[in-house]
């Protein structure tokens, strides 16, 4: 009976600890699975190209910034003007629409400058490097390259 007992307990030791071994497997082979779906390490050049795009897109919004300025100023003008003018007044009216107008149009004007020098750009961008991993070395290599963003 002792004996019984003692390869009962042995099998149902060796069974959990295969039950573990098993766990432990899936676990592993999830873990293989995951890395597979992870993000890659983009090369030396395309590290480069996207350390390019991201200083064209800082470039041509540091040209907007100007005209997005004056949008704000527009924009918290209007706001202010809103509800104090005075409907029954047709100068103060016919100013405020012609602010109005000015800030409609400079909206569009920045929205289509927007479009026209970074769009393209951001969409290059965010296909090609966005959630992606780039090195270190790679990028303070492209940076250090006056002539990197000439190629």
């Known amino acids: ?18 039950g573990l071994v ?6 592993a082979s999830g873990a293989v699975a995951q890395d597979s779906n992870s993000r890659r390490i ?8 996207c350390v390019c795009m991201g200083d064209q ?3 041509a919004r540091a040209t907007l910034d100007p005209l997005d300025q004056e949008f704000k100023r527009l924009d918290e003008l209007v706001a202010r003007a809103r509800p104090s003018v005075n409907t029954e007044d047709p100068a103060e009216v016919d100013s405020f629409r012609r602010l109005y107008g000015r800030r409609e149009a ?6 289509a400058e927007r479009n026209s020098q970074v769009g393209g750009i951001i969409n290059r961008y ?9 090195l270190k070395l ?3 290599a492209a940076r250090a390259d006056p002539n990197a963003c000439a190629r």
Do not use: K
């Not at 400079?106 to 929205?111: G, K």
């Open 42 to 49: 983009l090369s030396p050049e395309e590290t480069r190209d």
């Open 126 to 134: 965010n296909q090609q490097c966005a959630n992606q991993r780039m």
């Open 57 to 59: 897109i800082e470039a």
């Open 1 to 18: 009976m002792l004996i019984l007992r003692q390869v009962q307990r042995a099998g149902r030791t060796s069974a959990v600890a295969a």
């Open 22 to 27: 098993a766990i432990f497997l899936l676990a």
């Open 138 to 140: 790679n990028v303070d």
């Open 106 to 111: 400079l909206r569009q004007q920045l929205q």
